[in-house]
């Protein structure tokens, strides 16, 4: 008969006597005093300071028009058509007007902005077929259950694009007019393709690519979402080779944002003409195909013309909490400094 086995004792599970597991590396322990606790506060205090300052300062360096449309200008009409659903249909344009005082110098975005729209739900965000918008044939003609109920259309064709991101797709077009100094309209130039991540444009969408067919004739078979009034191979009429899962407006709006308002690029300003050095100062107008409706989630659509630094738009968040953090940070090294003096120097040393 063989022995039994014995038991590990408590000694077997004992840790190596090494200096790492038995706790004996080396270490420092600063003594916190006053002498060395305050200057770093005070020095830190400067620091945000100044950081403040600056990005204060750069941010004051750009220039920002916003326009809420909603109900703006002739846009209120559009509004109340765009309530009923059996006219969502039809067309609707609309004008806002509006001064630009000082002209814009540099490079200008232009942007589009929703509240309260919520791209940050889970169900929303999945609602997607990545493989579909990569190119894949397979999911062109068999979309992902992700994309229910959007997913085929009543007659069970397959949606391309699927899911309610895509559904949802943002569709107001604006055209922005300038009126100069003799009065007459001079459309301002967009960019409208460019505009999007590198990585989005050339790895995250693609088109399905099947020899000697057009793109029109790759979609044959699939079905438009059904809020869109366009087949996806139709998107951009004036570039051929801004269609279908790489057009830059659906490549954006497919990218959700993290906040319920949000904005994002619909062009860049391109500098010809009248407007190689930006847009000068005065009237200008933007005629808007006012075609998406907020009435169903109560938010608001609006413009947003802007110029960039390397710090990004006029954004005064992060200068104040900079500015804010320094006032605090000074403020306790003032009452330290106090208790200090008052009480450290004495035979109540606060050092010991």
Sequence with gaps: MGRAKRKPGPLARRPDNSAFKQQR???WSPMLT??????????????CMLLGVWLLLTVQGTQEIKLD???AGTCDKCFEKRKNVSSAAESCICKVVFLVEKPFKGDVFFYYGLQNFHQNLRRYMDSRDDGQLVGRKSNLKEPSSYCEPFAKDQNGLPIA???AVANSFFND?????YYGSSGDPVKVPLLRTGITWYTDKNVKYRNPQIDNLTLAQVFEGTAKPLYWKKPVYELDPLDPTN??????DLIVWMREAAFPNFKKLYGVLYHDKLFTDGLPAGNYSIDISYNFPVQYFQ??????????TWFGGQNYFLPIAYLVT???ILLIAVILTVAWWKFGKKGKNMEE
């Design 25 to 27: 590396l080396p270490a």
């Design 34 to 47: 006053a002498n060395t606790v305050l200057p770093f506060f005070y020095f830190m205090a400067l620091i």
């Design 69 to 71: 449309y909603t109900e």
């Design 161 to 163: 694009p699927c899911g």
């Design 173 to 177: 077009s604006f055209t922005l007019t």
């Design 243 to 248: 269609n279908g899962f790489i057009n830059d």
């Design 299 to 308: 938010g608001r659509k609006e413009v947003v013309l802007t110029t960039l």
């Design 326 to 328: 320094s006032s605090l």
